[in-house]
């Protein structure tokens, strides 16, 4: 279930101006372009725990996603300023990312989850587990956040 409480995880937040092209005839953004912001908070997210997508390939690890969900409250429209908020919540067998995307008036207009699996970068084969430096990086950035 996408929750919208990320209170208590690592979080990472980017904005948003909604260009033309991302809008379809009728005013409002295109459904399909919401992964893409989704993948900006994700991608701050990650560098934040310096686990990068190049960091992920030189661990040994890709990420595809597996499965996404998405919720839309309030249609974002076309030059609104939003913010992307991308919240981790799970990371020692696959990364499941939570999403928020919120108005200037902190009103939610969408939300969403992304989950990721790790696969070998030579092999192609799904891995059991995560690599031990995403999860000492994860438990290093909590620390100096302070959060359990």
Known sequence: MMRTDFSNCLTA???????????DPAG?????????????????LLDTIEYSYQQMVDSGFVWPIVETMVRFVHPLTLNQHYTVTA???????????????????????????????PVGVLDHELRIGSPD??????????????KP
């Open 133 to 146: 430096i995403l999860i000492e990086n994860v438990r290093k950035r909590l620390e100096s956040l302070g």
């Open 87 to 117: 919240c981790l919540r799970e990371w020692e067998l696959r990364l499941v990312v939570d999403y928020k995307i919120e108005d200037a008036g902190a009103r939610l207009c969408t939300k969403g989850r992304t989950i990721q699996v």
């Open 28 to 44: 409002v953004v295109w459904h399909g372009r919401y992964f893409k912001y989704f993948e900006a908070a994700r991608s701050k």
């Open 13 to 23: 937040t980017e904005p948003v101006r909604v260009p033309f092209h991302d809008i």
